[in-house]
Nanobody
């Protein structure tokens, strides 16, 4: 599967952005997906994940209550709605996918995912 992330940009603190990750292929519903981010000079870190059936979501503590991951399998797209953005959310955001037979599985580590999209840059600054 090929992944294409979009939706990044410059936003003021407290603002919102919605990232999208469009997937190629007809079996996107077989893939658990996740969002990671990488700030300049730092390692890539987990942000959020969603199981292939949308039944299970998981967030890193720093974004709980502010970010929402969702997916539309009919549109082969996963979203990351980001509200109440903070300067520390500034990073390149990457979507990732892993083919799994489990409807409940999700990954929280970079090595859990085989497929990666290119990053989309989110800058939170006044």
């Amino acid at each position: 599967v090929q992944l294409q992330a979009s939706g990044g940009g410059l936003v003021q603190p407290g603002g919102s952005l919605r990232l999208s990750c469009a997937a190629s292929g007809r079996t996107f519903s077989s893939y658990a997906t996740g969002w990671f981010r990488q700030a300049l000079g730092k390692e890539r870190e987990f942000v959020a994940a969603i199981s292939r059936s949308s039944g299970i979501t998981y967030y890193t503590d720093s974004v709980k209550g502010r970010f929402t991951i969702s997916r539309d399998n009919a549109q082969n797209t996963v979203y990351l709605q980001m509200n109440s953005l903070k300067p520390e959310d500034t990073a390149s955001y990457y979507c990732a996918a892993h083919n799994t037979p489990s409807s409940r599985w999700y990954g929280r580590e970079t090595y859990d995912y085989r497929y990666w999209g290119q990053g989309t840059l989110v800058t939170v600054s006044s």
